[in-house]
């Protein structure tokens, strides 16, 4: 067993980013004491800080192989890292927050945030907040969220943990720093003084809506004429085809990114459970309260369409620039992809 003076040194190797001599210790003790599930956690995580991700996924593998011999939370934490987010999930809510720890409730909160449960990620946050823990980024769980989210991913889960920070231990009513952080891109691309400053914010915006693609504006209308054409030819969604290629065709940006918003609103109702939410949630809720509660490519979409349709909100936020057609284009048809993407996602496809 890992004695209390062990774990404090070896945090504090960590915590100063030595962590070839936390490792040296630890197997000392592996050697001494045998092996637990206490040391193969903070090797994993030792081996993270050291950029060896093939020996610490094998230590994962290891936890999970122990089976019910190790922990939930600690088999939670190696399904996370492995890439195995429905497993972990699972784990954690086996575990029970209550039952979790520190360490484990920010995992949770991380695996549902993969999940694209952002109001289960909350729940985990607001637990791990009512505990007394403070996430100081020197801590070695930081090592673990910093693997399982990406660049864009882990700015927003802080923006959800500052969040739910101000609402749990400040009692802020209506927190907003995840929505302003959703809305500063979308902010910085209509106050762009330039066409090549645009495009370039533009750019920034598409990485966040598709981060796998590499995008070119030039020809979007094109290729979002081809999109809603295929609407047009569906039986069930001609309407919106047909009412949508008219506005494309007379450049009624504003229009027709409002009528993308609101067919896309409807769907998400219809598949609000993926999302831990309801129908009647959603329906009673307004745009700035329910972008928020969803993945950051999800909302992401529906904040672009919103600027785009909205021309009075963008009017109060003084973003007066005019965009070039295509950009609007491609960003219509980015936000039409990142939506069905994500709900995809989370149903499991």
Known sequence: MISADDKIEIFQLIVAKEYRQALVLLD???????????????????????DDFDAASELYNRMLEKG???????????????????????????AGAANLGDDGLLLAAAGSYLSGRIVTCIHYLGVYFKSGADWDEDDPIDLVLQQVLARHEFYDFEQIYLDVQESV???????????????????????ASTPAKQRQRAQALA?????????????????????????????EDARFGLESL???H??????????????????????????????ERIAQSSLQQIIPLLPLRLAMALMVLYAIADSEDR???????????????????????????????????
């Open 28 to 50: 000392a003790m592996i050697a001494r004491d045998g092996a637990s599930e206490e040391w193969l956690r903070l090797k994993a995580r030792c081996l993270l800080g050291l």
């Open 68 to 94: 019910a011999a190790c922990s939930a939370a600690a088999r939670g934490e190696a399904a996370l890292l492995l890439g195995q987010n429905s497993a972990a999930c699972t784990f954690f809510e086996q």
């Open 169 to 191: 231990l400040e009692s802020v009513e209506n927190p907003r720093n995840r929505w302003f952080s959703i809305n500063i891109p979308v902010y910085e691309l209509y106050t």
């Open 207 to 235: 990485a966040i809506l598709s981060p796998q693609q590499k995008i070119e504006f030039s020809g979007a209308t094109q290729q979002l004429q081809k999109i809603l054409q295929d609407f047009a030819a569906s039986e």
């Open 246 to 248: 008219k506005l494309l």
């Open 250 to 279: 007379e450049s009624n940006w504003s229009e027709l990114a409002k009528l993308v918003l609101a067919m896309q609103l409807e769907h998400l109702k219809e598949f609000s459970e993926r999302f831990a939410l309801t129908q």
């Open 315 to 349: 009017l109060l936020q003084r973003m007066v620039q005019e965009i070039e057609g295509d950009i609007l284009a491609g960003l219509i048809q980015l936000a039409f992809q990142a939506f069905y993407v994500e709900i995809d996602r989370a149903g499991g496809v």
